[in-house]
C-alpha cells in the first residue's frame, strides 16, 4: 500500500510540474511576432483552398478524412494578433478566427491575405490546445505543404525505430500484429494533420521508451506507472481529444510483449488507472487555472458542456448506435482484407516458428492474458460509450481509430492463440 502511495504522489506531482512547463511554453509561443506566420497561410492558399473543411484523401474511406474544421480553428489561434489581453490571457482563451458564413479554413485564409479588414473571434479554452506551440514555431518558417512533408518524413522516422526496435529486442513474432493495427489508424492521415499528429507522436515516443529504456525503468519503483501518467500528461496537453487513447493502447500492449506477457492483467488496469488519472488532472489544471486567473468561468462552461454534448448534439443516437457509427468506417473492402490478410500471416508465421522450447509459454496463465487483452479490447469501447454521442457518435471521423488498439488485442489472441495451438499439438519445427 505504502508503494501505491508513494508512486502516486509522484505521479501527481509530476503531472503538476509537467503541465506546467507545457503552460509555460504555450504562454511563451503567443509572445512569437505572428508576420511569417500569417504570410505562410497566406501562400498556402492552394492547398486550403482546394481541401476545404473535411477533406478526404481516398474518396469513401473515413479514416482518410482530414478534420480541417478543428486544424484551422487552431491555425487561427496561431497567426490571430488581434485578440485582446496578455500572452497568458491570449493562452488561456484561444480566440480564433470566426467569420460568419465561412469555413474555418476560409476565415483563416481570408484573415491571413486581408488583414486590414474585421474579422469575428471566439474562444476556444476548454482544452490545452498544446497543438498550438509547434503549429507557431513551424508556421514561423513554413507553409502548410511543408509541415505536412516534414511532419511525414519524421513521423515514419518513428515509426520505422518502433520496428528496428523491436527486431533487436527478439519481438519479431508481434510486428505484423503491431503493424497491421497501426494501418487501422491510418498513418498517413495522422501525420497530413497537426492535430492527430499531436496523438500519433505520444503513442510512438511512448513506445520508444519502453523499448529503448524498459531495462531502467523496470528497476525503478513505480517506473511504468510514471511513464503512462507522463504519456497521459503529454497526450492530454497537446491533443483535440480526436483519438487520445490510441496513446494508451498501444503502448500498453507493447509494455505486455515486453514482459513476456506475464501480469497482463495487473499491467493493462495499473498503467490504464495512471494514464487516465494523468489525462483528468491535466485537463482539469485547465479549467482551475483559466477560472482563477482569467475572467473567464471556464469550470462552469466546462459543465454546460457536458450537458450540450450529451443531450444537443445527441441527435438521440443509443449507445448500440454509437458503437455503430464508430464500427462502421472499418466495414470496407481495403480494412476487411487487411485483417484477413494479418491473421493468416499471424497464423503462417507462428505455424513456421513454432518451437517445443517455448511450450512453457503454454502453461503461463491463460485466464490472466485473455482478461487482460479483453480489458485492451475494451478501451477504445469504454471510450466510445462514456464519452457521450457529441464526442463518440457526431465526431465519429476521428474517434473510430481508438477501435485500432480493440484490432490490435484481438490479434495478440489469434497470435498467442496460435502460437499455443501448434506448440503443444505440432511440435517443434526442424529448420
Same mark, same amino acid.
Not at 491535466?282 to 450540450?308: H, N
Given at each position: 500500500? /505504502?508503494?501505491?502511495?508513494?508512486?502516486?504522489?509522484?505521479?501527481?506531482?509530476?503531472?503538476?510540474?509537467?503541465?506546467?512547463?507545457?503552460?509555460?511554453?504555450?504562454?511563451?509561443?503567443?509572445?512569437?511576432?505572428?508576420?511569417?506566420?500569417?504570410?505562410?497561410?497566406?501562400?498556402?492558399?492552394?492547398?486550403?483552398?482546394?481541401?476545404?473543411?473535411?477533406?478526404?484523401?481516398?474518396?469513401?474511406?473515413?479514416?482518410?478524412?482530414?478534420?480541417?474544421?478543428?486544424?484551422?480553428?487552431?491555425?487561427?489561434?496561431?497567426?490571430?494578433?488581434?485578440?485582446?489581453?496578455?500572452?497568458?490571457?491570449?493562452?488561456?482563451?484561444?480566440?480564433?478566427?470566426?467569420?460568419?458564413?465561412?469555413?474555418?479554413?476560409?476565415?483563416?485564409?481570408?484573415?491571413?491575405?486581408?488583414?486590414?479588414?474585421?474579422?469575428?473571434?471566439?474562444?476556444?479554452?476548454?482544452?490545452?490546445?498544446?497543438?498550438?506551440?509547434?503549429?507557431?514555431?513551424?508556421?514561423?518558417?513554413?507553409?502548410?505543404?511543408?509541415?505536412? #512533408?516534414?511532419?511525414?518524413?519524421?513521423?515514419?522516422?518513428?515509426?520505422?525505430?518502433?520496428?528496428?526496435? #523491436?527486431?533487436?529486442?527478439?519481438?519479431?513474432?508481434?510486428?505484423?500484429?503491431?503493424?497491421?493495427?497501426?494501418?487501422?489508424?491510418?498513418?498517413?492521415?495522422?501525420?497530413?494533420?497537426?492535430?492527430?499528429?499531436?496523438?500519433?507522436?505520444?503513442?510512438?515516443?511512448?513506445?520508444?521508451?519502453?523499448?529503448?529504456?524498459?531495462?531502467?525503468?523496470?528497476?525503478?519503483?513505480?517506473?511504468?506507472?510514471?511513464?503512462?501518467? %507522463?504519456?497521459?500528461?503529454?497526450?492530454?496537453?497537446?491533443?483535440?481529444?480526436?483519438?487520445?487513447?490510441?496513446?494508451?493502447?498501444?503502448?500498453?500492449?507493447?509494455?505486455?510483449?515486453?514482459?513476456?506477457?506475464?501480469?497482463?492483467?495487473?499491467?493493462?488496469?495499473?498503467?490504464?488507472?495512471?494514464? %487516465?488519472?494523468?489525462?483528468?488532472?491535466?485537463?482539469?489544471?485547465?479549467?482551475?487555472?483559466?477560472?482563477?486567473?482569467?475572467?473567464?468561468?471556464?469550470?462552469?462552461?466546462?459543465?454546460?458542456?457536458?450537458?450540450?454534448?450529451?443531450?444537443?448534439?445527441?441527435?438521440?443516437?443509443?449507445?448500440?448506435?454509437?458503437?455503430?457509427?464508430?464500427?462502421?468506417?472499418?466495414?470496407?473492402?481495403?480494412?476487411?482484407?487487411?485483417?484477413?490478410?494479418?491473421?493468416?500471416?499471424?497464423?503462417?508465421?507462428?505455424?513456421?516458428?513454432?518451437?517445443?522450447?517455448?511450450?512453457?509459454?503454454? /502453461?503461463?496463465?491463460?485466464?490472466?492474458?485473455?482478461?487482460?487483452?479483453?480489458? %485492451?479490447?475494451?478501451?477504445?469501447?469504454? %471510450?466510445?460509450?462514456?464519452?457521450?454521442?457529441?464526442?463518440?457518435?457526431?465526431?465519429?471521423? #476521428?474517434?473510430?481509430?481508438?477501435?485500432?488498439?480493440?484490432?490490435?488485442?484481438?490479434?495478440?489472441?489469434?497470435?498467442?492463440?496460435?502460437?499455443?495451438?501448434?506448440?503443444?499439438?505440432?511440435?517443434?519445427?526442424? /529448420?
Amino acid at each position: 500500500m /505504502n508503494k501505491i502511495l508513494n508512486t502516486t504522489i509522484k505521479a501527481l506531482g509530476i503531472v503538476v510540474i509537467l503541465t506546467l512547463v507545457n503552460c509555460g511554453l504555450l504562454v511563451m509561443s503567443f509572445c512569437i511576432p505572428t508576420s511569417r506566420m500569417r504570410k505562410h497561410i497566406a501562400d498556402s492558399y492552394p492547398i486550403i483552398q482546394a481541401e476545404g473543411s473535411y477533406w478526404q484523401w481516398d474518396q469513401g474511406y473515413t479514416s482518410s478524412m482530414l478534420d480541417g474544421w478543428s486544424e484551422y480553428t487552431l491555425y487561427g489561434t496561431a497567426i490571430n494578433e488581434d485578440a485582446e489581453g496578455n500572452a497568458f490571457e491570449k493562452a488561456m482563451l484561444m480566440w480564433f478566427i470566426d467569420t460568419e458564413g465561412l469555413g474555418r479554413d476560409e476565415s483563416v485564409l481570408r484573415y491571413a491575405k486581408y488583414p486590414e479588414e474585421h474579422f469575428e473571434q471566439n474562444a476556444y479554452p476548454r482544452y490545452w490546445n498544446g497543438a498550438v506551440i509547434f503549429m507557431k514555431v513551424l508556421l514561423h518558417f513554413f507553409i502548410i505543404p511543408d509541415i505536412r #512533408m516534414l511532419n511525414m518524413f519524421v513521423g515514419f522516422a518513428l515509426l520505422s525505430a518502433v520496428i528496428i526496435m #523491436m527486431v533487436k529486442k527478439k519481438m519479431d513474432k508481434y510486428i505484423i500484429p503491431f503493424m497491421a493495427a497501426v494501418l487501422f489508424i491510418n498513418p498517413v492521415t495522422m501525420l497530413m494533420s497537426v492535430i492527430f499528429s499531436a496523438e500519433y507522436y505520444p503513442m510512438l515516443l511512448c513506445i520508444l521508451v519502453i523499448l529503448i529504456w524498459g531495462d531502467k525503468i523496470e528497476k525503478k519503483e513505480g517506473g511504468w506507472e510514471l511513464l503512462f501518467a %507522463v504519456t497521459g500528461t503529454i497526450t492530454s496537453f497537446y491533443s483535440f481529444l480526436s483519438s487520445p487513447f490510441i496513446a494508451l493502447g498501444f503502448p500498453l500492449v507493447v509494455l505486455i510483449w515486453y514482459k513476456g506477457e506475464k501480469s497482463v492483467t495487473k499491467t493493462v488496469v495499473t498503467d490504464s488507472c495512471y494514464f %487516465v488519472g494523468a489525462y483528468i488532472v491535466t485537463w482539469m489544471m485547465k479549467w482551475i487555472i483559466c477560472t482563477m486567473f482569467t475572467s473567464y468561468d471556464l469550470i462552469g462552461d466546462a459543465v454546460d458542456r457536458m450537458g450540450y454534448y450529451e443531450k444537443t448534439q445527441a441527435v438521440n443516437a443509443t449507445v448500440f448506435e454509437r458503437v455503430k457509427q464508430n464500427v462502421w468506417p472499418y466495414k470496407t473492402t481495403a480494412f476487411l482484407v487487411l485483417l484477413c490478410i494479418a491473421v493468416i500471416m499471424i497464423i503462417v508465421y507462428q505455424c513456421h516458428h513454432r518451437n517445443l522450447a517455448n511450450k512453457s509459454m503454454v /502453461n503461463n496463465s491463460l485466464l490472466d492474458l485473455f482478461v487482460g487483452y479483453f480489458l %485492451v479490447f475494451c478501451i477504445p469501447f469504454a %471510450v466510445i460509450i462514456g464519452l457521450g454521442n457529441g464526442y463518440a457518435y457526431v465526431h465519429a471521423f #476521428m474517434a473510430h481509430r481508438q477501435l485500432s488498439v480493440a484490432t490490435l488485442a484481438l490479434l495478440c489472441i489469434v497470435r498467442y492463440t496460435s502460437e499455443c495451438f501448434f506448440t503443444r499439438f505440432l511440435g517443434r519445427k526442424d /529448420n
